[in-house]
């Protein structure tokens, strides 16, 4: 028996795979340390959502059906979603100003504005 | 174990498929920061698989470890990350 709880389910799973795997090609793909932290970063925190959220419909049907399981199956992914929600965007910041500082540009860089606004700041506080 | 257990399993099937690519890129990877990027990537889909093994044996106690599992490595991608940038902290 194919519910339509159960048809949501199966499509979150397919878009939360189809993006995790898009990270995993971006990885390999892309020429340059800041398009591969985008790929492989970004995607992997869309991708989550819904992966995490087909298990939390998934306890929400169960506690749903009379499972108290299930309710605590929906509340403690949902707190792991939250974990992911707020801390992979502030590693892949991290990451990204480790590769600045240590000395990798970008492929193809013309400009590097970061290290113009930090080369221009004690000119000003010292004019003024 | 669940009515969608095996659903849940051929989607564990296709992370370990990303899972095996960003390993690749941990190999081959030119820089060191490629290889955090790898890492960082890694626990993330690892953190998933937690989430759906769990929901596919009908076990909480996998998904508190997915928890646990996610700040830590949260923490050990800052430390790697601090200890690339150089001495000025």
Known sequence: ????VNIIIYILLGIGVFFNLLAGVGLLRFPDVYTRLHAGTKCTTFGSIFIIGSV??????????GNVNGSVLAIHSLIALIAILITNPAGAHAIARAAHKSGVMPVNAV???LKQAKSK???????E | M???ANDYFLVLIFLFLAIIMAVIRIVKGPTA???IVGLDTINT???VGM???????????????AIVYALLSFVSTLFIAKYLQGDDF
């Open chain 1, 1 to 4: 028996m194919i519910s339509i």
């Open chain 1, 56 to 65: 939390v419909i998934l306890g929400l049907q169960t506690w749903y059906q």
């Open chain 1, 111 to 113: 400009v590097d504005d």
């Open chain 1, 121 to 127: 700041k004690p000119k000003k506080e010292e004019s």
């Open chain 2, 2 to 4: 669940i009515p969608l």
């Open chain 2, 33 to 35: 920061p490629d290889r």
């Open chain 2, 45 to 47: 889909i690892v953190i």
């Open chain 2, 51 to 65: 989430v759906i093994f769990g929901a596919a044996y009908n076990e909480v106690i996998y998904i508190d470890v």
